[in-house]
C-alpha cells in the first residue's frame, strides 16, 4: 500500500470514530491514536484532508444533531446540549451559534420555517470551491 493511501485511511478512521463517538468525551490525542499519528502531525494531516480540525469537525458533528434534535424533538436546549456531547450549555450556544448563524432557541423557533432556510455558514460551506 501506497504512504499516502495508508494516511488517508487512517484519517478516515478517526474520522469514522468521531462520526460513531461523538457523544462520548473524546479529545485529540485519543482520536491521533486511532491514526496512529502524534498529537501534532494528525491535527495538520486531517485539516489537509478535511478542511477543518478535528476539534471542530468534532463539534460540527455535535451541533449537526442537535439540529436534528431541536427541530424534531421536544428537549429542552440543556438535555439536547447533554445528549449531544457538550458538558456546558455556554459552550454548547456559542459553538452552535458560530455554526449555525443563530443561536439554539432561534434555531428552534424557526425550525417550522416552509421556506427551507438553510443557515449561510452551511451555503457557504457547501458552494465553497475546492481545492
Not at 494516511?7 to 491514536?33: C, F, G, K, S, T
Not at 452552535?96 to 432556510?117: K, L, N, Q
Request: charged content about 30%; hydrophobic content about 35%.
Amino acid at each position: 500500500m501506497e504512504p499516502q493511501e495508508d494516511r488517508n485511511r487512517r484519517l478516515l478512521r478517526a474520522r469514522d470514530a468521531i462520526d460513531v463517538h461523538y457523544r462520548e468525551e473524546l479529545d485529540v490525542p485519543r482520536i491521533a491514536r486511532i491514526a496512529l499519528m502524534g498529537r501534532a502531525h494528525f491535527i495538520r494531516e486531517f485539516k489537509v484532508a478535511f478542511g477543518e480540525t478535528p476539534h471542530r469537525y468534532l463539534q460540527r458533528r455535535r451541533v449537526e444533531r442537535a439540529m436534528y434534535l431541536l427541530r424534531w424533538t421536544d428537549q429542552s436546549v440543556t438535555s439536547v446540549c447533554m445528549e449531544v456531547g457538550f458538558s456546558s450549555l455556554g459552550t454548547f450556544t456559542r459553538t452552535f451559534t458560530e455554526i449555525v448563524g443563530e443561536s439554539p432557541r432561534a434555531y428552534r423557533a424557526g425550525a417550522e420555517r416552509p421556506d427551507g432556510f438553510v443557515p449561510g455558514s452551511f451555503t457557504m460551506r457547501w458552494t465553497r470551491p475546492s481545492g
